[in-house]
């Protein structure tokens, strides 16, 4: 993966917080605890007092996520979200490590949709028919989907695209 490439997502993420959007993310099992920890980064503090961000993880209500599964079936959890959730200029930042699931394509069909901004962190750069849909890949380049390892990678993005979202929003008025 390049740097130049996660740089970018980072830019784009920025420019799109300060625009007043908000950011989105999610992700399933490992990736669920990465989307998590980005959207505290993001919303808390990074290294310093920043101000918080509109950003909100999409797999940490388990309410909704067990009524929109038993009602409506996997497939839809995050893209029925999306769907009541974001507006044109948003971001969606999905951490996966084949990026091949239904529920995966089905998020950002509904995402693109809606002129939402779709970023996928994943573990490699075969995502067949989600290609059409994602704006930007950061794929882990040369570790296919050894889930461990791009787990591992994929938080270091997390900290990464903090520091460069955050570093760029920080707070100067405490009180």
């Known amino acids: ?13 920025k420019d799109s917080l300060k ?21 505290g980064e993001l919303a808390g503090k990074y290294e310093q007092y920043e101000d918080p961000l509109a950003v909100y ?44 699931a239904q529920y995966m394509y089905n998020a950002f069909q509904s995402a693109y949709k809606k002129g939402v901004t779709t970023i996928l962190l994943n573990g490699g750069t075969d995502i067949r028919d989600l290609e059409q849909y994602c704006d930007y890949l950061v794929p882990a380049d040369n570790l296919g989907e050894n889930t461990p390892r791009v787990q591992e990678l994929q938080l270091r993005w997390v900290h990464d695209l903090s520091e460069i979202v955050k570093g760029g929003l920080v707070c100067t008025d405490h009180s």
């Not at 940490?60 to 079936?73: C, E, R």
């Open 1 to 13: 993966m390049k740097i130049e490439k996660l740089v970018n997502v980072a830019e784009i993420t």
């Open 19 to 39: 625009q007043g959007n908000s950011v989105f993310t999610f992700g399933v099992g490992g990736n669920a605890a990465t989307a998590t920890h980005f959207a």
């Open 57 to 100: 993880c999409l797999n940490d209500n388990i309410s909704v996520l067990t009524a929109i599964t038993n009602d409506f079936g996997w497939d839809v959890v995050f893209s029925r979200q999306i769907e009541g959730l974001c507006k044109p200029g948003d971001i969606l930042i999905a951490f996966s490590i084949s990026g091949r």
